[in-house]
């Protein structure tokens, strides 16, 4: 195998690699939360994206590879000034062309990333507010249990208070009797 293909193939291996151990680790949480699959199911977007626009960017590669190639026996074979500055010229719009895609591709990978941010945003405040609720609910909880724990030891201390006082009458009518 030549260096070329290793190095179209390598990547392509890597990268589905990666996207299988997603998949598994997606496929082990078991997917509890609907928000976070649509999130997992945005990031698997995103890097079919990515990876869309790698096979493109390789493709690209390759032609112009082809292309310089031609140009290269073109010139050797035919020695037209006149074709090269054509093919030259061809060249150039293709990498403006390469570059432009790139550049737009480039600018959708952000917007997605700004989207995905918002989201997670969103999900942290609303992580963050029940999270408060939970523990406003704990408060008023150990507060009613606070308030059960004083009114049993009160009722507690005035059953005390009152067995005392029965016990001192009890007393002090025995003690009157002669």
Known sequence: MNMKMIRVI??????SLVLISCEAA????GGKDPKMNNNKDMMRDRERMEIEMMRDRERMEM?????????????RNFGMQDEQMKMDKQRRQDEMNFEKERIAADEERRK???????????MEESRLNMEKEMMQMR????????????????????????????ILEAKKGLQSQP
Do not use: N
Not at 112 to 122: R, T, W, Y
């Open 139 to 166: 408060l008023e909880y150990e507060k009613e249990i606070m308030q059960l724990q004083i009114e049993h030891e009160k009722a507690m201390y005035d059953l005390r208070i009152q067995g005392e006082t029965d």
């Open 26 to 29: 997606d496929s082990l949480s």
């Open 112 to 122: 997605l990333d700004k989207e995905m941010q918002k989201e997670m945003i969103a």
């Open 63 to 75: 032609e112009m590879m082809r292309d310089r190639e031609r140009m290269e026996m073109e010139r």
């Open 10 to 15: 390598f990547p392509l291996l890597l990268l």
